[in-house]
Every structure is written in C-alpha cells, then in structure tokens.
C-alpha cells in the first residue's frame, strides 16, 4: 500500500519529474518500512518478505510450515495493500500493469538489492543491534531505489502485488517471474556470505528476533 500509493501521489504532484517522482516515491517507501518494523516487529519478527523469511528458515529460524504460512500472508497482504491503494486514488481495483521490466540488467539489480537487504539484517542482528534493524532497512531500501537499475523490488510479495497496478510503481506480470527468482538467488547468496562472515555462529543467532507466538502457536493470521 505504501509502494504504490506513494508513487500514485508522486506521479499526481510531480507528472513532469521522474526523478522527483522517484525521490518521493522511495521518501515514503523507507519511511514506512520504518514504521512497520518497529510496529511488527514484536509480533512476527517483522516478516514482510518472503526472501526474509526464506534466509530465517534456510538458518534454522522457522520451520517449513510456518514459513508457508509467511508467504502466503506476505504475498495476501501485497496484492489487498495494492488494491487499497488503487482504490484510495479512485482508480480500479485491479488494473494489470502494462509496464515491462525486463533486462539481464534490471534482474542483476534485483540480485544486488535482495543480497543486501538480507546481509544488512543478519548483519546487525549478529552485531546484537536488532533494536536499530528498522531503521538500517528503512535506510537500505530508500538507497537501493537510487543504487540498482530495477529501484530495489528486493521483496517477491511486493512485486507480485505491483502487478495489480497499471500506475508508477507497476511491473506487468510477465516480468515479475524473473524479478522474483533474481530476489531469491541475491538472498541465499547473501545467507551464504553470512555464514561465511560469521562462522561457528548459531543459525538462530543470525535471524530477526521476535516476542511474539509462531504462526503454528496460534489461530491467528501472522
């Protein structure tokens, strides 16, 4: 909802400045990141991303079905946010994006932007910073909307609800499959130079903390 209602108003307030229209756009994107991590955070390990939670299960945070059940409610909540967003603008529900995202340079984009948002939290989770994790986050998707080619996607559920807005922030859903596998080789390359960075480091160690039950300990959504 953030992602595509920022860049609606972006796109309304500055039509003739892409530029600006990206600088608000990723302004809103990191301020919001922010905001949902330190509000989740306590709940969930603010699990917002399904490559985050494939690093945690991949390093013995979480379990199989709980990990499903991640996904599904990460990948459920991008395309409702998506539709809120369309409908907050007055524009259709869903209108299936018609912008084509699609070059060996963007997916490399993509590669990098997922690679260093999972090296950023195991990286100050290990440092024993969790407590500033939502701001080191919110930081490094505001810079990886300037840094990569593809203005750091880095979230497979973000970039499948995208596909439900023909607006700023849409990718047509024929490039999103190629986004999403590239998000996910950056993030287990990212575990990978992890382990290698911290070695002999318990995997639990290395994961977002969180206070609150898993989604197998409860009824409840996650």
């Given at each position: 909802?953030?992602?595509?209602?920022?860049?609606?108003?972006?796109?309304?307030?500055?039509?003739?400045?892409?530029?600006?229209?990206?600088?608000?756009?990723?302004?809103?994107?990191?301020?919001?990141?922010?905001?949902?991590?330190?509000?989740?955070?306590?709940?969930?390990?603010?699990?917002?991303?399904?490559?985050?939670?494939?690093?945690?299960?991949?390093?013995?945070?979480?379990?199989?079905?709980?990990?499903?059940?991640?996904?599904?409610?990460?990948?459920?909540?991008?395309c409702a946010g998506a539709i809120i967003a369309n409908l907050m603008f007055d524009l259709p529900a869903v209108t299936l994006a018609t912008r084509t995202r699609s070059s060996s340079?963007?997916?490399?984009?993509?590669?990098?932007?997922?690679?260093?948002?999972?090296?950023?939290?195991?990286?100050?989770?290990?440092?024993?910073?969790?407590?500033?994790?939502?701001?080191?986050?919110?930081?490094?998707?505001?810079?990886?909307?300037?840094?990569?080619?593809?203005?750091?996607?880095?979230?497979?559920?973000?970039?499948?609800?995208?596909?439900?807005?023909?607006?700023?922030?849409?990718?047509?859903?024929?490039?999103?499959?190629?986004?999403?596998?590239?998000?996910?080789?950056?993030?287990?390359?990212?575990?990978?130079?992890?382990?290698?960075?911290?070695?002999?480091?318990?995997?639990?160690?290395?994961?977002?903390?969180?206070?609150?039950?898993?989604?197998?300990?409860?009824?409840?959504?996650?």
């Open positions: 909802m953030i992602v595509v209602g920022s860049g609606i108003a972006a796109s309304r307030l500055s039509p003739d400045d892409v530029g600006l229209q990206l600088l608000e756009n990723g302004i809103a994107t990191a301020g919001g990141l922010v905001a949902l991590i330190l509000a989740l955070g306590p709940v969930s390990g603010a699990h917002l991303n399904p490559v985050v939670t494939l690093a945690d299960r991949v390093l013995g945070g979480t379990t199989n079905r709980d990990a499903i059940a991640y996904v599904l409610a990460q990948i459920g909540g991008a340079g963007l997916w490399l984009g993509e590669v990098v932007a997922a690679f260093g948002l999972i090296l950023v939290i195991l990286g100050v989770v290990r440092a024993g910073r969790a407590t500033v994790a939502a701001f080191a986050v919110g930081s490094y998707i505001g810079a990886a909307y300037w840094f990569t080619s593809s203005t750091g996607f880095a979230n497979p559920a973000v970039t499948i609800g995208r596909t439900l807005t023909d607006t700023f922030t849409g990718i047509a859903p024929s490039s999103a499959p190629a986004f999403v596998v590239a998000q996910v080789v950056g993030a287990l390359a990212a575990v990978a130079l992890a382990r290698y960075l911290f070695p002999g480091i318990p995997a639990a160690d290395l994961v977002v903390p969180h206070e609150g039950p898993s989604p197998s300990e409860t009824e409840e959504a996650p």
